[in-house]
């Protein structure tokens, strides 16, 4: 058997962090997912604009615990089944990337990603507007409040919540 090198050890430690922090979070109790879509902060304002295009980009390393597959795979699934026009048009794109992977170093680099991570990129005309959402770790146990959260955020990016 292969010893894991460094990298790895290091990317399982981190997603390790995310469970821990996970049970801690969700022993707070559900929240709705209008509740949670600013992550806790105020609704933007009908005076902002809405995004042109939205990049959501799931890091991740070569091995994955269970919640961080999930959470890929909850965001990809609200993206198909409840903005499927979007999804087909490419103004909302998801992209899954291996943060270990050489090739995707200068992407792990627009976002400043570390670890396990949800970025969601609002772009605006030409200008990126790049979030993490960490709200996403708390639903993860929840796939309906998860989909319903992340449907909200993505409604009030686009303007039409």
């Given at each position: 058997?292969?010893?894991?090198?460094?990298k790895?050890?290091?990317?399982?430690?981190?997603?390790?962090?995310?469970v821990v922090?996970?049970?801690?979070?969700?022993s707070?109790?559900?929240?709705?997912?209008a509740?949670?879509?600013?992550?806790?902060?105020?609704?933007?304002?009908?005076?902002s604009?809405?995004?042109?295009?939205?990049?959501?980009?799931?890091?991740?390393?070569?091995q994955?615990?269970?919640?961080?597959?999930t959470?890929?795979?909850?965001?990809?699934?609200?993206?198909?089944?409840?903005?499927?026009?979007?999804?087909?048009?490419?103004?909302i794109?998801?992209?899954?990337i291996?943060?270990?992977?050489?090739?995707n170093?200068v992407?792990?680099?627009?976002?400043?990603?570390?670890?396990?991570?949800?970025?969601?990129?609002?772009?605006?005309?030409d200008?990126?507007a790049?979030?993490?959402?960490?709200?996403v770790?708390?639903?993860?146990?929840?796939?309906q409040?998860f989909m319903?959260?992340f449907?909200?955020k993505?409604k009030?990016?686009?303007?039409t919540?």
């Amino acid at each position: 058997m292969k010893k894991p090198s460094k990298k790895t050890i290091l990317w399982s430690a981190v997603a390790l962090g995310f469970v821990v922090v996970l049970a801690v979070i969700s022993s707070s109790g559900p929240r709705s997912g209008a509740d949670l879509a600013n992550n806790g902060q105020a609704p933007m304002s009908t005076a902002s604009q809405s995004a042109d295009k939205i990049e959501v980009v799931h890091f991740h390393a070569t091995q994955q615990c269970w919640s961080c597959t999930t959470v890929g795979e909850f965001a990809l699934k609200t993206i198909k089944e409840r903005f499927p026009d979007e999804y087909q048009s490419g103004a909302i794109v998801f992209k899954d990337i291996n943060g270990e992977l050489p090739e995707n170093n200068v992407i792990v680099t627009k976002y400043q990603a570390s670890g396990s991570s949800l970025f969601v990129n609002a772009i605006i005309g030409d200008r990126d507007a790049i979030k993490e959402d960490t709200t996403v770790w708390r639903l993860v146990s929840n796939e309906q409040q998860f989909m319903d959260y992340f449907e909200t955020k993505l409604k009030t990016l686009l303007g039409t919540s």
